[in-house]
Structures are given as structure tokens and as C-alpha cells.
């Protein structure tokens, strides 16, 4: 079975810049998270999807971060502008809806953001 | 409001001897813990959890974990540690109060396990 792929894996841009992440969850599974991941700490969840709609997204700074999860299969992520804070690996799940706060969530490689 | 810490920002153990990695929990309902292990510039990779029933969860790589309810603890355990297992291990556990019927997932800071031959 094909794990949680996501891309690019590597990004460097400068402050100010826009960018875009992209993951595509294990088949079926219907949820979709979005964490953030700074460096030495644990991830954050920033949002969750089930199918196409958003469940959770109150850690999300939406005033430059932005998610999508159109058809409810792939996911894309944007920063827009980047603030050096922004750099951390941004790594993305998915997890079945079958059994509630039973299932367990596979995470893909992340993808690591440097804003200079 | 739920959370978890883990006290040890790493753990250091020789090949061949047992490893213990803490985690304590707080939550305001059942319990659902779960471990996860990161080697570098990977991604996280799940080991266990914890449900319900027995106290001893058997995960991958031959890793168990020993749920304590009175002491509020899940901590990972290994009999004989593997330079292998060197890697950054998360505690997490999942919020009841957000994320609808699943519920996203709280993770400690991680503890760095470093084993050496």
C-alpha cells in the first residue's frame, strides 16, 4: 500500500515569497491534516479535512496560510507572503474515519520550508 | 484540556541493554496515546497505541509500551535497545475537543534516543 506522498520535499525561498505544498493521502482514507513542525518541537496540527470540508482550521493563521482539499483526495497548502517564521517542516496525514479517535494517522516525509 | 509531556530531551542507552523513553498525559476523558518515532529528514512513523484494554500495547520493531492510568504515563519500552533505534520519538495524544468525530493529535516535544554500540 502507497504511503502519504508529498512535494516538493525541499523548498528555500526568500520573505515575503508565496508557496505552495501538495500531498495526496493513502487511498481512502476520507481525513487529511496538515501539521507544522518547527524545529525541536513536536508537530502542530494546523488543518483538518474530512472529504472536502474543513472540520478544524482554528490554528491556522489564515492570513497568509491557506489549504485546500478540492474532490477530497489531494491536498495543497499555501503560505502567502512567508515570514521567517514560517520555516519548519510541514508535514501532511491521512487516517481512516471508520473507528473515530481510534484510527491511527500515517504521515508523509514532510516537506522542510527555509525562509530566508 | 488535553496534553502530554515528555520530561527527557534525550535518552541515552548502550546496544543490547533495555530502553525506557516517558511520557505522562493529561486529558479530560478517555485516553486514546499514541507513539511515533522520526529519523532524520523522514517523516513520522507510527509504532503503537494505546485504545483500551491491557495495559501492555505491542507495537513495531519490538516496541511495547506500558499504560499506567494512577500514574498517568505511556511510556515506551524496549528489552534490548538496537543502534538502529536511534531516532526522535513523539508522544502524542488525541484532543477530544477539536477535530469533530477523530480529533486531531497533541504530540509532546520529543526525545532524542541515542544508542551506542
Known amino acids: 500500500e502507497a504511503g502519504v506522498a508529498q512535494s516538493p520535499r525541499y523548498k528555500i525561498i526568500e520573505k515575503r515569497q508565496s508557496v505552495a505544498f501538495w500531498c495526496n493521502p493513502i487511498?481512502?482514507?476520507?481525513?487529511l491534516y496538515w501539521y507544522q513542525q518547527i524545529l525541536g518541537q513536536g508537530p502542530k496540527l494546523l488543518i483538518q479535512?474530512?472529504?472536502?470540508?474543513?472540520?478544524?482550521d482554528s490554528q491556522l493563521p489564515k492570513d497568509r496560510f491557506s489549504a485546500e482539499r478540492l474532490k477530497g483526495v489531494d491536498s495543497t497548502l499555501k503560505i502567502q507572503p512567508a515570514k521567517l517564521e514560517d520555516s519548519a517542516v510541514y508535514l501532511c496525514?491521512?487516517?481512516?474515519?471508520?473507528?473515530?479517535?481510534?484510527?491511527?494517522?500515517?504521515f508523509g516525509p514532510g516537506t522542510r520550508l527555509l525562509v530566508l | 484540556a488535553q496534553s502530554v509531556a515528555q520530561p527527557e530531551d534525550q535518552v541515552n542507552v548502550a546496544e543490547g541493554n533495555p530502553l525506557t523513553v516517558k511520557c505522562t498525559y493529561s486529558?479530560?476523558?478517555?485516553?486514546?496515546l499514541f507513539w511515533y518515532v522520526q529519523y532524520p529528514n523522514r517523516g513520522l512513523q507510527f509504532l503503537l497505541k494505546?485504545?483500551?484494554?491491557?495495559?501492555l500495547v505491542k507495537g513495531s520493531y519490538g516496541f511495547e509500551a506500558e499504560f499506567n492510568k494512577s500514574q498517568t504515563s505511556f511510556h515506551l519500552k524496549k528489552p534490548s535497545a538496537l543502534v538502529s533505534d536511534s531516532a526522535l520519538y513523539f508522544c502524542?495524544?488525541?484532543?477530544?475537543?477539536?477535530?469533530?468525530?477523530?480529533?486531531?493529535?497533541?504530540f509532546g516535544k520529543g526525545t532524542k534516543l541515542s544508542v551506542k554500540p
Open positions: 502524542a495524544v488525541r484532543d477530544l475537543n477539536y477535530g469533530g468525530s477523530q480529533g486531531n493529535l497533541i
Open positions: 479535512f474530512q472529504n472536502n470540508g474543513v472540520v478544524d
Open positions: 496525514a491521512s487516517s481512516l474515519e471508520a473507528s473515530g479517535f481510534q484510527e491511527t494517522q500515517y
Open positions: 486529558v479530560s476523558g478517555n485516553p486514546y
Open positions: 487511498s481512502g482514507h476520507a481525513t
Open positions: 494505546y485504545i483500551t484494554g491491557d495495559n
